[in-house]
């Protein structure tokens, strides 16, 4: 039997052959422009219906709203593939400059869009939501419409978005140059070598402490030495964002996300409560780790370190036919789709300079196909990630034959379904692991995974509501930022670090994505969903995965109350699904003191 070998990079040729240079590309952006100049004559010419039967208009526009939507989205996936796979690609940059150029226009026209749909009488709004096409569309039009009469007029929000693209949107760009430029110098075996920034990353999950805390040491020294560079950034990220809610007559600096992730503030207060009450035996287990690694505690550069002497290092081979072995245990599609992925070169993980750090998921609409990205170094974590990003993936494989505007499923949910893969293969190689070694290394390293939701992203959150408030009265320095992040960190992990990260602000590309403020707080959602999911599809088995499929097909067409409700049975703003979920994780951390006694 012959083992197909999977190759450690991806095919973008596939969708546009040359990549930035690529004139098929630039065809396809002028393709859009067009589209784009149709769709606007559409929804200006829109007359608004006064009655039911009168929908032809809304009709031609909903049709042109999904095909030039799925076009922007196809090419800002391939450009944003570009700029991670090489970070000193300048055309690929540039080309991004386009793409927010075209959507700002989107964005422009919507704004139009969704006017007219406020417009529309109640009586006769409602007798459309109840007849096709748009009674599939029930969820998304309302929520379109709900959140228009919350917004200034059509012609401030038109100068929002337009000063966006060379104001908010440019401040992203520029922090992302900045980390692009930024080589970490790693003395290794004698030899001093630039690292980039994911390359360096990687150092973290070393089983040599001093290895960590070299690196350690060198991470926070460049962060430091760019830290005036990304503070601006972040300040006028976070000025923009402040100045733009104080015009819509916003108060609340977490309105937005949780409106973009449809949640309610009453679930994630009670989410992050129940977490809060629940850290202790976390705390036991940073304890335990510290002295099983012979050290009085732990410092920030340990938390990722393996436990036991030696790296186990699995091949990126090994590590997809492992993924493919524990999906198998869940279902048929799940493992098909998955090997596909592999065949037709849809993941880029080799291990080498100028890659962006982290990893990602992108869709690409227009050929039912989706990109993984990461930088694949052979430890078990890596296995967890390329698993986590597949899961993404099969999200929005899960989404195919549903409706263009019922695909866009916010970030809370979208990382349930990458959380749920990531939970399979975890679980699986603590189940399945040979030696009680191997069992201790992966059972921590899953343990590792819970750390990080319920105290690193809280950190994140944390500082990040502080900072906003604070941004309110003027700019933040960046020793200030430090302040506020250390302050964060310490009440996250409970005051159980002997060293922390002050320039985590700096380092975490997170904060500066602006398509998403608050890009934290959903991953803890989605980890805790998952792991309510995953209690179920233990009891099911493989029956299972119909109900999953069809689950993750009602993520972008209601709210998470609703999907939480409709598919388990749960309330989502009280502490019983939270509490069995986080005790669920316990379990973990209670194996791991017993192995560790």
């Known amino acids: 039997?012959?083992?197909?070998?999977?190759?450690?990079?991806?095919?973008?040729?596939?969708?546009?052959?040359?990549?930035?240079?690529?004139?098929?590309?630039?065809?396809?952006?002028?393709?859009?422009?067009?589209?784009?100049?149709?769709?606007?004559?559409?929804?200006?010419?829109?007359?608004?219906?006064?009655?039911?039967?009168?929908?032809?208009?809304?009709?031609?526009?909903?049709?042109?709203?999904?095909?030039?939507?799925?076009?922007?989205?196809?090419?800002?996936?391939?450009?944003?593939?570009?700029?991670?796979?090489?970070?000193?690609?300048?055309?690929?940059?540039?080309?991004?400059?386009?793409?927010?150029?075209?959507?700002?226009?989107?964005?422009?026209?919507?704004?139009?869009?969704?006017?007219?749909?406020?417009?529309?009488?109640?009586?006769?709004?409602?007798?459309?939501?109840?007849?096709?096409?748009?009674?599939?569309?029930?969820?998304?039009?309302?929520?379109?419409?709900?959140?228009?009469?919350?917004?200034?007029?059509?012609?401030?929000?038109?100068?929002?978005?337009?000063?966006?693209?060379?104001?908010?949107?440019?401040?992203?760009?520029?922090?992302?140059?900045?980390?692009?430029?930024?080589?970490?110098?790693?003395?290794?075996?004698?030899?001093?070598?630039?690292?980039?920034?994911?390359?360096?990353?990687?150092?973290?999950?070393?089983?040599?402490?001093?290895?960590?805390?070299?690196?350690?040491?060198?991470?926070?020294?460049?962060?430091?030495?760019?830290?005036?560079?990304?503070s601006s950034s972040l300040n006028h990220l976070g000025g923009f964002r402040l100045n733009v809610y104080k015009a819509r007559g916003w108060e609340d600096i977490h309105k937005e996300p949780l409106d973009i992730n449809r949640m309610s503030k009453e679930t994630l207060d009670t989410m992050w409560t129940v977490i809060t009450e629940n850290k202790a035996p976390f705390v036991e287990y940073l304890d335990r780790k510290?002295?099983?690694?012979?050290?009085?505690?732990?410092?920030?550069?340990?938390?990722?370190?393996?436990?036991?002497?030696?790296?186990?290092?699995?091949?990126?081979?090994?590590?997809?036919?492992?993924?493919l072995d524990q999906f198998s245990k869940f279902g048929k599609e799940l493992t098909d789709f998955t090997r596909k992925s592999f065949e037709d070169r849809w993941i880029?993980?080799?291990?080498?300079?100028?890659?962006?750090?982290?990893?990602?998921?992108?869709?690409?609409?227009?050929?039912?196909q989706s990109r993984i990205f990461m930088t694949y170094s052979g430890t078990p974590s890596n296995v967890s990630t390329l698993a986590h990003e597949l899961g993404h993936a099969f999200h929005q494989h899960a989404m195919k034959g549903v409706h263009t505007l019922n695909r866009s499923y916010a970030m809370n949910v979208a990382e349930t379904a990458s959380t749920f893969a990531e939970m399979i293969v975890a679980d699986a190689s603590v189940k399945h692991a040979k030696t009680d070694e191997e069992r201790l290394a992966l059972l921590e390293d899953k343990v590792q995974r819970s750390v990080a939701f319920y105290m690193n992203i809280h950190a994140r959150f944390i500082f990040e509501t502080a900072f906003y408030e604070e941004r309110k009265n003027g700019i933040v320095s960046a020793e200030r930022l430090n302040e506020l992040m250390e302050k964060a960190q310490k009440e996250a992990y409970c005051d159980s670090l002997d060293e922390y990260h002050p320039q985590f602000w700096a380092s975490k590309m997170h904060f500066y994505l602006t398509q998403v403020p608050f890009y934290n707080f959903p991953y803890t959602f989605g980890y805790l969903f998952s792991l309510g999911i995953y209690a179920q599809a233990i009891e099911e088995g493989t029956d299972y995965e119909e109900k999953y499929i069809a689950l993750l097909k009602d993520t972008a067409s209601m709210t998470v109350e609703a999907l939480a409700e409709k598919h388990l049975g749960v309330d989502l703003t009280k502490r019983d699904f939270w509490e069995k979920a986080v005790k669920l994780s316990i379990k973990d951390v209670e194996e791991f003191l017993e192995l560790t006694k």
């Open 290 to 323: 510290a002295k099983v690694l012979g050290i009085e505690k732990l410092s920030w550069y340990d938390l990722d370190a393996p436990i036991g002497k030696s790296e186990s290092k699995i091949s990126y081979q090994e590590g997809c036919e492992f993924i």
């Open 1 to 230: 039997m012959t083992t197909t070998t999977y190759a450690q990079t991806w095919d973008l040729d596939v969708f546009f052959e040359g990549g930035s240079n690529s004139e098929q590309f630039h065809t396809y952006l002028k393709d859009i422009e067009s589209e784009l100049e149709s769709f606007r004559s559409l929804v200006t010419e829109l007359s608004v219906p006064k009655a039911a039967s009168e929908k032809d208009g809304l009709t031609a526009v909903i049709n042109a709203f999904q095909a030039v939507a799925r076009k922007i989205r196809q090419s800002g996936a391939f450009v944003s593939c570009l700029q991670a796979q090489d970070m000193n690609d300048k055309k690929a940059t540039m080309l991004y400059g386009n793409i927010m150029q075209l959507n700002a226009s989107l964005q422009t026209i919507l704004t139009g869009f969704d006017q007219k749909l406020v417009s529309i009488e109640k009586s006769i709004w409602d007798e459309l939501l109840s007849e096709d096409p748009f009674a599939e569309l029930a969820y998304v039009l309302e929520e379109r419409r709900t959140r228009a009469k919350d917004k200034l007029s059509p012609e401030q929000e038109t100068l929002i978005n337009s000063l966006g693209i060379d104001g908010y949107h440019a401040w992203g760009q520029l922090y992302n140059t900045v980390v692009g430029n930024i080589k970490i110098p790693f003395e290794e075996n004698g030899e001093v070598k630039e690292l980039s920034a994911g390359q360096a990353f990687n150092k973290f999950s070393s089983s040599d402490r001093d290895t960590r805390k070299k690196m350690f040491e060198s991470w926070t020294t460049v962060w430091e030495e760019q830290a005036d560079y990304i």
């Open 348 to 368: 880029e993980a080799e291990d080498r300079a100028g890659k962006r750090p982290g990893g990602f998921c992108t869709s690409f609409p227009e050929s039912d």
